[in-house]
C-alpha cells in the first residue's frame, strides 16, 4: 500500500499533537488493540474526561475512529486516514506497550462499566 503524503501543516500539528506522552501512549496501545475509556483509566493517572479529552483530540485530527457500541464508545487507529501511514511510521520508534495492555487485561475494567 502506497503512503500518502501529508501536507507539511497537517504534519506539525499531528506532531505536536503526539508530542504529548498521554497522547502518544494511547495511540500506541491503540496500535495493539481497541479500547474504551475505561479501559485507558487503568493505565493513567487522571480522570475520565481528561482521557476523553485526549481521544477527541486525536480523532478531531483522523488519527483515531470511534464506534458506539450500546452506550459504550469503542476507540482505534483510524486506517482509512491519510495519517494512518505517518502514524505507523512514529510508532515504530515507540516502545510496545505490552505492560499497560496487561494491566488492563487483569483488572478487566470492562467488568465494572459495563463495555
Keep these: 500500500m502506497a503512503k500518502s503524503i501529508v501536507d507539511l501543516e497537517r504534519s506539525a500539528n499531528i ?3 503526539l508530542g504529548d506522552k498521554t497522547r502518544l501512549t494511547i495511540v500506541a496501545i491503540l496500535k495493539q488493540r481497541e479500547c474504551c ?6 493505565v493513567f493517572e487522571m480522570s ?9 483530540k486525536l480523532k478531531d485530527a483522523g488519527m483515531v475512529r470511534e464506534e458506539r457500541r450500546g452506550q459504550w ?11 494512518y501511514g505517518l502514524l ?3 510508532l515504530e520508534h515507540v516502545p ?6 496487561k494491566m488492563i487485561e487483569k483488572s478487566n475494567p470492562t467488568l465494572r462499566c459495563g463495555c
Design 15 to 17: 506532531l505536536k499533537l
Design 37 to 42: 475509556v475505561c479501559e485507558l483509566l487503568e
Design 48 to 56: 475520565q474526561p481528561s482521557i476523553s479529552q485526549h481521544l477527541r
Design 73 to 83: 464508545i469503542y476507540y482505534s487507529l483510524n486506517q482509512q486516514s491519510e495519517l
Design 88 to 90: 505507523q511510521d512514529i
Design 96 to 101: 510496545v506497550q505490552t505492560e499497560k495492555i
